[in-house]
């Protein structure tokens, strides 16, 4: 009978070998010489539209700026500029362009490049959001609103091998900037042919270490060295395969099988075996400038009496919530900008003190929380470990603020979308957030709380704190810069507290030092593909990694 | 004549279809670009808005997707800003139907032997060892099966590779993790059916005709015994064809189920709204094909 009725099915078994046939014949790739997991599938990897550090690693490596940043320190180092010169009042940058420089299509890498570069993503027409990062640029802030014409935005490209740039405040991190992908250096010609679709189009020519051998979607980018990029010689690797991965156990699967040697997404940690995982010789983690808090709505009662949002603060334990959440490095913030920032001495901060934080409450009318409205906490939904890390912290926050002061608050857990538009609509009462440096300064924090920006969040506005961050960017002198930024942070967090910080993140990565090189801490969590290369007669050697608590993944 | 009336009301629920998901995605709170970082200014969100036209009334923009749609344009993605729709689909696409092909194929292939071999062997122990299997694979769904298989054949015995996709090795685990369950479905099906056609009367004919058992089985019995699975495989193959969302993302297949529910997350309009349409349209052709095939095998359906 069995062999009757395979006889009577042929076509179907036949037309499946058939398919698994096509599948075999299928062109088989060179295996990557390194493999990196990197988080979701890009949005995007036009270095003027990305805004994830994912993306933002593999546009680093395809387009480089004028400067860079050093694997070791994350500090600016010379790039397609080679050196330049800055005015004594430290308002003029002249950059000076290596002869070297070309696309990798051959071409000479102009001044004339960098320009078109920085005016298209200050144009609002190439929805950068990050085009504000150009706004120290004299008129750029105009001309990115339409009020003044291209000419008149600080930028001067007086030799092909000469740029100028004019400033409107001598920031001591220009440089830094220089390194941002927003500023990096595009093809003009080609994104003016071909629009959006930009990157499809071949032969692309790239500015940075690497080309864009492959970008299948949700599959891989594969970067093949740019042989004619000014310092290939230092490019480590031929090949690197940059894979998006959107579940955490997978990630592990595939560094565990050896599929993958670099897994460098917090988000891509399976979360109930971080505590396993920290524990291990090839999981690194180190200090990252970015912060954990919570944002206060103080445009609606009761949070528009600093008096309540100050008890908030000193009932909340950020060392309690620290020991009992997190396990891998963080530590808990009682200011806002991470003590590990540059240019920076912070202040003190909130600490925890539930006396006072009763005392204030009543004095704002709500004795023991009696009377005390209805508030909620409002946090993202996500996959992976934040969104798990987000509401376990919601919970313990939720029955710190009832044990200390007696007051109850509902917990929201909210879509991400909605959650982002509900935040920026000032729609919430409580709301979970975080900030990550863009770079080395204190600045790209303190700068979220001024008056005019769009990601302030919390209805805030203080015009002395408006006046010191404005007056520290002014000031040449760093002791005076310093103290200005502190006496701004010490203003929100301790005095007006629009904002209570909760934890500074801790960055993180997972791979075997034995086999890959060229890795670097850093506070920027910035890791230059160039310089990672396979450390050859181990790999052979060693094989796959021995999988402990990989196999419970699930 | 018959068929030629079916695709004319395709069309215009293939319109309903895409008027809803068009109206619904867009109902949504929230937006393509509220994110936790604010743009530059208001002036980058506004440009970007009115770029992919979500600054005017929405039945113009209802019009202009119309337009783009006889044109096969889908639109540019809201997400994956350096693609479009189409873009995404021609390369997500083939994946999926090729998974969704295996797994059709790996359904069919286990799931019609069992269901057959169960049906003949009735009421004998090889008939409950075959429904009880295929039991057991209607009750293990991809969201258990698959990690189980990438825990044991993949990390474990170091078989097959625990994901990505690329050669045929990477296939077979998805295969089975998707197509497991029809199989045990397709398996039940025939057996069911069968059953009930080994009662009819031409059965008895045909064995008082002096056929044999084997013939009768086959050419006679299982025809028609095979009609309730062919109408399942229509809406069966759609769901295949256009990607599972769980195996892909276990798998970490580059298919089209994994945009299917980001975008929805993401709120990519233009992505949701085509990828639904895709899917109707697919559903839509697949039930017009099993009533062709239907005519083919049952004598007693004419089409006039």
């Known amino acids: 009978m069995h062999s009757l009725v395979q006889q009577r099915c042929p076509n179907i078994l036949a037309l499946w070998s058939l398919i698994l046939l096509a599948a075999a014949c299928a062109p088989q790739e060179r295996r990557a010489d390194i493999t990196i997991i990197n988080g979701a599938e890009p949005e995007s990897l036009d270095p003027a539209i990305v805004t994830g550090i994912p993306e933002m690693r593999i546009t680093r490596a395809l387009f480089d700026g004028l400067t860079r940043l050093d694997p070791r320190t994350a500090k600016p180092v010379p790039a397609l500029a080679e050196r330049w010169d800055i005015s004594p009042d430290g308002l003029v940058y002249t950059f000076h362009l290596r002869s070297n420089a070309v696309w990798s299509t051959g071409e000479p890498i102009t001044s004339a490049d960098v320009l078109w570069s920085w005016l298209r993503t200050l144009n609002p027409a190439t929805g950068s959001d990050y085009a504000g990062q150009l706004f120290w640029i004299q008129g750029a802030e105009d001309f990115h609103h339409g009020r003044v014409p291209a000419e008149q935005v600080g930028l001067r490209a007086p030799d092909p091998r000469v740029f100028q740039v004019r400033l409107t405040a001598p920031v001591p991190f220009f440089l830094d900037i220089c390194a941002f992908p927003a500023l990096a250096v595009v093809p003009g010609q080609v994104i003016e042919r071909h629009g959006d679709r930009w990157l499809h189009a071949r032969p692309l020519p790239v500015s940075g270490a690497f080309q864009l051998g492959a970008w299948r979607l949700n599959d891989r980018v594969r970067l093949v060295r740019n042989p004619r990029y000014w310092d290939a010689a230092n490019t480590a690797s031929e090949i690197i395969d940059v894979l998006p991965i959107g579940s955490p156990s997978t990630a592990l699967n595939l560094y565990e099988t050896g599929a993958a040697d670099i897994v460098w997404d917090k988000d891509l940690v399976p979360a109930e075996l971080l505590d396993v995982l920290a524990k291990r010789p090839d999981f690194h983690t180190f200090d990252f400038l970015g912060t954990y808090f919570y944002r206060f709505n103080v445009t609606r009662e009761p949070f528009n009496d600093a008096r309540v949002r100050l008890a908030f603060a000193l009932a909340t334990d950020k060392a309690e919530l620290v020991r009992k959440l997190l396990n891998s490095g963080e530590k808990p913030a009682f200011h806002f900008v991470p003590e590990a920032t540059a240019n920076y001495d912070p202040p003190e901060g909130v600490p925890c003190n539930p006396l006072r934080a009763r005392e204030l409450l009543a004095q704002a009318g709500f004795p023991e929380g009696k009377g005390f409205p209805r508030v909620h906490y409002a946090f993202p939904s996500a996959a992976g470990a934040s969104g798990n890390m987000a509401r376990k912290i919601a919970v313990e926050l939720q029955q710190m603020w009832r044990e200390t002061l007696g007051v109850t608050v509902e917990l929201r857990q909210i879509e991400r979308k909605v959650f982002y538009s509900a935040q920026s609509r000032l729609d919430f009462n409580l709301s979970a957030s975080s900030w990550v440096a863009d770079y080395n300064d204190p600045n790209t924090f303190l700068d979220l709380f001024t008056s005019s920006s769009g990601n302030n969040r919390t209805g805030w506005q203080n015009a002395e704190y408006d006046r010191l961050i404005r007056e520290a960017n002014l000031q040449t002198n760093d002791t005076a810069r310093i103290e200005l930024f502190r006496r701004a942070e010490q203003l929100l967090v301790n005095e007006e507290v629009p904002i209570v910080p909760l934890y500074f993140f801790a960055g993180f990565n997972y791979f075997d030092p034995s086999k890959i090189a060229g890795i670097h801490q850093n506070p920027l969590d910035e890791h230059p593909l160039q310089f990672i290369r396979r450390i050859r007669e181990s790999a052979m050697a060693a094989g796959a990694p021995e999988s402990s608590s990989a196999q419970s993944a699930f | ?304």
Request: net charge positive; proline share 6%; hydrophobic share 55%.
């Open chain 2, 1 to 304: 004549m018959y068929f030629l009336r079916r695709i004319g009301f395709a069309i215009p629920l293939l319109l309903l279809i895409s008027f809803l998901a068009f109206v619904l995605v867009r109902m949504a709170p929230g937006g393509p670009f509220d994110r936790e970082r604010a743009a530059a200014s208001p002036e980058v969100e506004r440009q970007l808005k009115q770029k992919y036209r979500l600054d005017e009334p929405l039945w113009k923009q209802y019009g202009y997707f119309l337009g783009n749609l006889l044109r096969g344009d889908l639109g540019p993605s809201l997400r994956y800003r350096n693609h479009t729709v189409n873009d995404i689909v021609a390369e997500a696409l083939p994946v999926s139907m090729l998974l969704g092909m295996l797994a059709f194929g790996f359904a069919l292939g286990v799931g019609l032997p069992l269901g057959f071999f169960s049906a003949v062997h009735r009421g004998r122990w090889q008939d409950w060892a075959g429904s009880f299997a295929a039991l057991l694979a209607v009750c293990i769904p991809g969201l258990v099966l698959a990690p189980l298989l990438v825990v044991t054949v993949a990390i474990k015995w170091r078989l097959l590779p625990v994901g990505l996709w690329g050669s045929p090795w990477h296939a077979v685990l998805p295969t089975i993790a998707l197509g497991l369950f029809f199989a045990g479905k397709v398996a039940r099906l025939m057996r069911e059916g069968m059953l009930g056609v080994m009662q009819s009367e031409f059965i008895t004919t045909a064995r008082a005709k002096g056929l044999g058992e084997h013939q009768v089985m086959l050419r006679h019995a299982f025809r028609l015994a095979v009609l309730p699975v062919v109408s399942y495989c229509g809406p069966l193959l759609a769901d295949l064809l256009t990607g599972s969302f769980v195996v892909e993302n276990i798998f970490q297949i580059p298919g089209i189920g994994t945009f299917f529910v980001n975008s929805m997350v993401n709120r990519d309009h233009t992505m949701t709204v085509g990828l639904v349409l895709l899917y109707a349209v697919l559903l839509v052709l697949l039930n017009l094909l099993v009533d062709f095939i239907h005519a083919a095998l049952d004598p007693r359906i004419r089409y006039a």
